[in-house]
């Protein structure tokens, strides 16, 4: 019973950064279609993007403080680096919620985290680490592009109420950055009135709209590869938590400022919409943590292949939760994207049990051979004793 249950203990240790990478896919989608399902009843995008920064502060922050990790890199040139890093999250996170909120959230998801991310973290991780992402990594992203495409063309350019991407409910204009001048842009709600003559769209053409979200659906998720690249490389140097902090806690210095000078806060929400933000936020910010652990033990292209598990995710939940109807198309390409990530799990899953093996070998065969060295100079001692 003991070694059964310690064999799999091992082939958990061995899979864990590709796990924790499956569950940062898994909670990394589930916020930002939360923050749909709140922009819908007219929270401000920026608001919704303040949510997770502060729940990012309030939880590596103590962290940081309980474990007295180092308020600082090694030297001041990666302190620079990783603050720096952070202003690109910060950007890149935000461009990942607006796009959101533009376009159906499974296009979203697919096209950034299913393409765009994976091809820029592979490419990024052999130019600045000159780390080789693997042939199952690269056959694995080449066919996760195919699930994208079918995804992507299956998919209608419009958003309105003959697009079978709209709602089931009622159609309303959805408060983007409402500031009292009402930028908005059209999207689903709920049954909540919302006063549409005190709104004017962000974006007045929906193609355009559609244009912009797909650009940042881009955008975003190719930032994030850059700061999760960097990051991998400062965890190498540098405590998790020291990257954590300087990295993923500061963006409410920005974000605080924008929300008011672009939007204006809605403060009168339901309990049941404040659980949704608070939910929101918890989630983000476990997910981060569970990205961190991958990036640190896994490599950056096998991480973001991972990370497509989005993909998928996003369908299902806009379905259920905002009912925007998947093409037959598009679930054929999820249904691709779903068996490469398991091919691609089990291939490195395997390759990592089998490097494991081998370290567990050697550290044997190194521990043999100081016994036998030490067995031998005791017996010279005890030679040259008599």
């Keep these: 019973m003991v070694t059964t249950c310690r064999k799999v203990c091992d082939h958990l240790i061995h899979g864990k950064g590709l796990l924790l990478s499956l569950v940062a896919a898994i909670g990394l989608t589930v916020s930002p279609v939360l ?24 939880l590596f922050l103590p962290l940081a403080l309980i474990f007295r990790v180092p308020f600082r890199g090694n030297d001041w040139k990666q302190t620079v680096l990783m603050l720096s890093n952070g202003v690109l999250r910060v950007a890149g996170t935000t461009s990942v919620v607006v796009s959101v909120l533009l376009i159906p959230p499974g296009n979203s998801f697919a096209i950034g985290q299913g393409a765009a991310a994976p091809i820029f973290s592979m490419a990024l991780a052999w130019l600045i680490m000159r780390e080789a992402p693997g042939w199952p990594n690269v056959i694995g992203i080449v066919f996760q592009i195919a699930g994208v495409i079918m995804v992507v063309f299956g998919g209608k350019a419009t958003l309105d109420s003959s697009s079978e991407h709209s709602c089931t409910t009622n159609c309303t204009s959805l408060s983007l950055f409402e500031n009292g001048t009402g930028y908005n842009v059209t999207g689903v709600t709920n049954n909540t009135a919302i006063d549409e003559e005190s709104f004017t769209k962000l974006i007045p053409d929906a193609f355009a709209a559609y244009v912009v979200g797909n650009l940042l659906a881009i955008l975003g998720p190719s930032l994030l590869a850059l700061v999760d690249v960097i990051n991998r490389r400062s965890m190498k140097d540098n405590a998790k938590l020291t990257v954590l902090l300087l990295v993923e806690t500061w963006g409410t210095v920005f974000i605080l400022p924008l ?25 983000w910010t476990l997910s981060v943590g569970c990205l961190y ?4 033990t896994e490599k950056a292209s096998t991480v973001y292949l991972m990370l497509g ?20 198309l598009e679930l054929l390409g999820a249904a691709v994207i779903v068996l490469t990530i ?3 799990v089990g291939l490195t899953w395997r390759q990592n049990a089998r490097k494991g093996k081998k370290e567990d070998k050697d550290e044997e065969e190194n521990v043999q051979v100081k016994d036998k060295l030490i067995a031998g100079v005791d ?5 040259t004793s008599v």
């Design 35 to 58: 923050s749909r399902r709140a922009a819908d009843v007219g929270v401000p995008g920026f608001q919704l993007v303040l949510v997770n920064e502060l729940s990012n502060l309030a």
């Design 259 to 283: 929300m008011f000078l672009l939007s204006t806060p809605k403060w009168n929400l339901e309990a049941d919409l404040v659980l949704s933000l608070v939910g929101q936020g918890v989630i």
């Design 293 to 296: 652990t991958g990036l640190n």
């Design 309 to 328: 598990l989005s993909t998928v995710l996003g369908y299902v939940l806009q379905y259920f939760v905002i009912h925007i109807t998947p093409q037959t």
């Design 342 to 344: 398991v091919v691609v």
């Design 379 to 383: 017996d010279i001692c005890k030679e």
